[in-house]
């Protein structure tokens, strides 16, 4: 499937990155659906139409309730009423995907697709069964592990907990099975490492599962490399930010000098240069896409 084709989705992707209540997660995993879509030839055409369909029932259902707060309408009722026509658009939606069965990168993107149906329709048992089949399929992208393990563990504290009115809290009645079902969902995340730069959050949720889970010292060696991945990111992002700036300076100084000299490298900057060395990076990163 060419760019030009696949315009529309990436066009409507950034229109429903403008919504506030659409969350940076989600927009990740519609990414990796479109990755898929147009790796799909021509059995991927159906595909993004359902796609485009899906973008569709979204993108109004996040309108009506930016409509709602900025008109200062935010009511349960007004909510209620929008989540029903999304909810219906799904429906619709998921009994088309059913009968688009197809194969290779399209039958993943249909897959992830039904998926996330599956989770606005707060159906997270089929989610599960439904991203498991993606992953089987061939889906190998850092957010399908991510929602994979995350939604094993939404289904394990739905099945394996409940609310205690005098604590407040959730609390385990069958710990080993909750137990085995948080390892499950934490084995997933540790699918999606990737050296990517989602890492650090994977590692976060890691860490999450296995504290709630009562794997106290494995959950705090997740946080710590969470962290520790968190600051890397924070120091490239500033380093690429610096590294544009001298960029400028350097075309700059090149054309009122005619040329630049540089002095010696400090100690500093070949201890910077060799953590920005070990940093991983995503072939879209180091291709600029």
Not at 54 to 73: C, G, N
Not at 137 to 164: I, K, Q, S, V
Request: aromatic share 10%.
């Amino acid at each position: 499937m060419s760019w030009a084709n696949c315009e529309d989705i990436y066009d409507r992707l950034d229109r429903l990155g403008e919504y506030e209540t659409v969350s940076t997660f989600s927009l990740a995993y519609y990414d990796a659906i479109a990755e898929y879509v147009a790796g799909g030839g021509r059995a991927g055409q159906g595909l993004r139409l359902r796609l485009v369909e899906f973008f569709e029932v979204m993108e109004q259902y996040h309108r009506a309730l930016h409509v709602f707060s900025v008109e200062d309408q935010v009511t349960l009722g007004n909510v209620r009423a929008a989540a029903q026509r999304r909810d219906v658009g799904l429906q619709v939606l998921l009994e088309q995907l059913h009968v688009d069965r197809t194969h290779g990168d399209a039958e993943t993107a249909r897959l992830l697709l039904t998926a996330e149906c599956y989770y606005q329709l707060a159906q997270i048992e089929q989610v599960v069964e439904t991203l498991d089949c993606a992953v089987q399929a061939g889906a190998d992208h850092p957010m399908a592990f991510f929602a994979l393990g995350y939604n094993r563990y939404e289904l394990a504290m739905r099945t394996f907990t409940r609310y205690d009115n005098a604590s407040g809290k959730q609390v385990v009645h069958d710990e080993d099975r909750f137990r085995l079902s948080c390892l499950a969902a934490v084995s997933s995340l540790q699918d999606g490492l990737s050296g990517s730069r989602l890492d650090g959050h994977l590692h976060w949720w890691i860490g999450n599962i296995l504290e709630a889970a009562g794997f106290d010292e494995a959950a705090g060696a997740s946080f710590a490399r969470a962290e520790e991945l968190e600051s890397n990111a924070a120091l490239l992002e500033e380093w690429e930010e610096a590294a544009i700036l001298l960029s400028f300076e350097i075309d700059v100084d090149s054309e009122e000098d005619g040329g630049s000299t540089s002095g010696p490298i400090s100690e500093d900057e070949v201890d910077q240069a060799g953590l920005l060395l070990r940093l991983s990076y995503t072939q879209s990163e180091i291709m600029d896409e």
